[in-house]
Every structure is written in structure tokens, then in C-alpha cells.
């Protein structure tokens, strides 16, 4: 079964960009000090014209009124410090899907829709997080279909501030203790059938996505192509941050824990 076929805004490169970097799954998190210090890093210093976040740029966002308070304030202040010198989009991921127009029109972030379609150098790619095209984990589908309604969000939000930290951490308690009960091949990847129709909708000829933290490219039928962003941790082991940069010439990987 395949997901019936969203709108397909689309983003059109500046005609002056020289580079677009893409980037997801950087967790920020107030526990992930070396994490927060390399997309800082990167963001302030890299030679891209834009940067586009598809998706959980945050561990955890419980709304915009704590962006002024304790790590969302330093995220803030360096979302506000980047988009002075290029241009900075946003598409909402699975953990930070409640990221508000105040916080991105504060930071001078651009929002983007879940998918876009990015135009740039003649040529149009689809872009998206990701979670909407693993199929296969129906739990989580149904618990995405809820979490994004108007009225669950609606609900959540009243809540004070400090209840909804609470309920954060301890999904985000929950969330890890379910991962580290299965290995990685029981993760859900993305459905490349619907992947397809997607790309066949948008007119695109590759995805780029992140959520499944599998950092590779695949073959898709007619031609096309998945090409998958991976997660950000500086903090635990081995550092890893992959990322892709777009330019005239193709599609570029980026192995930014090796920079």
C-alpha cells in the first residue's frame, strides 16, 4: 500500500547560488555538547549558499516558547547568526515536527513543506524527511497521523511548559529503550515502490531524505535515485555527520566528522 500523493511545492535555487548543503537527523540536544559545536561549526562556516535541515535538526522540540530559555536560546542565537550570511531552510522532522513559524521567522529560517521539490541547476529534486515513506512500521504511521493533527497538537501545546518537557524526556526515554531492544536490520526503511511514485508525482529524479540514519545511494526504477543523509554524534564514539552538497556539477557527499 502506498501513501496517496502530497502537493509538491517547489523551492527554487537562487540563480547566484554556487552550493546547497543538505543535512538531517543532527539531534541537537543539550546532552550532545560536540554535536551542537559541529553543526554550529558548519553552519557559520560553510562555503554553501544555503543549507537546508530536512528534519529533526532537534532531538526534542515542545514549542516555540522555549527558544528563549537555556540550549534552544544558544540554537536560536546560532540560527539567527547563520541566516545573516546565507540562506537557511527547515523541514520538520519526527522529533522536532512542532517547530512554529515564530521560532523559524525569529531565526530567519525559510519553512519547507514535507515534501518539496528543489529546482536547481535544471534539474528538480524531491525532498523530504523521510518518516512518511517507511510503510512498513504501521505503528509508527498511525502514531504520525495522530501527533500531526491540529488537534493533538493544539492540546499538547497548552500544557505548561515544564509538563510538556516532562512528557519529552520521557518519550525520548521510551524511544531509546525501544532501538536498543532491536538491531538495526529490524529498523523500517523507506518503501522505494512509494518512493517512486513520489519522484513520478514531483516530475523528479532523485529523493534525498534522511530519518533512517542509513547514509547511502540506491537505484530506483526508470532511472531515479535515493540518495540518503545520515545522523550527527559527536559525542558518543566514533563522531559521524553525513551530509550532501548540491551544485552545478552534481550531488556531492559531505563526511563532515572527517573535516
Do not use: K
Not at 519553512?111 to 517507511?134: E, M
Not at 548540491?246 to 557527499?253: M, T, V
Amino acid at each position: 500500500m502506498s501513501p496517496g500523493l502530497p502537493a509538491f511545492p517547489v523551492l527554487r535555487a537562487d540563480p547566484a547560488w554556487h552550493g546547497i548543503d543538505l543535512l538531517s537527523d543532527v539531534h541537537l540536544h543539550a546532552d550532545m555538547p560536540q554535536t551542537f559545536a559541529a553543526w554550529r561549526h558548519h553552519l557559520l562556516a560553510t562555503p554553501a549558499d544555503a543549507v537546508l535541515m530536512l528534519g529533526d535538526l532537534f532531538e526534542v522540540w515542545v514549542g516555540d516558547d522555549a527558544r528563549h530559555t537555556g540550549f534552544e536560546a544558544q540554537c536560536l542565537e546560532v540560527l539567527c547568526e547563520a541566516s545573516r550570511h546565507r540562506t537557511l531552510a527547515f523541514l520538520p522532522g519526527n522529533r522536532d515536527f512542532l517547530v512554529g513559524d515564530t521560532l523559524l521567522a525569529e531565526a530567519g529560517v525559510r519553512r519547507l513543506a514535507d515534501p518539496t521539490v528543489l529546482q536547481a541547476w535544471g534539474r528538480r529534486w524531491l525532498l523530504s524527511h523521510g518518516d512518511a515513506l517507511c510503510l512498513s512500521d504501521t505503528a509508527y504511521q498511525q502514531f504520525r497521523q495522530q501527533v500531526r493533527g491540529v488537534d493533538w497538537q493544539r492540546q499538547f501545546l497548552a500544557q505548561p511548559l515544564a509538563e510538556r518537557q516532562r512528557q519529552a524526556r520521557a518519550m525520548r526515554e521510551a524511544s531509546a529503550a525501544h532501538q536498543a531492544a532491536m538491531s538495526p536490520a529490524q529498523w523500517s526503511d523507506v518503501d522505494d515502490r512509494a518512493a517512486t511514485i513520489w519522484l513520478d508525482g514531483a516530475g523528479a529524479e532523485a529523493l534525498i531524505h534522511g530519518h533512517t540514519h542509513r547514509p547511502d545511494s540506491h537505484a530506483l526504477p526508470g532511472g531515479r535515485a535515493r540518495h540518503v543523509l545520515g545522523d550527527w554524534d559527536f559525542d558518543h564514539g566514533a563522531p559521524r555527520a553525513r551530509a550532501l552538497r548540491l551544485s552545478a556539477q552534481g550531488l556531492c557527499p559531505l563526511d563532515l566528522a572527517a573535516a
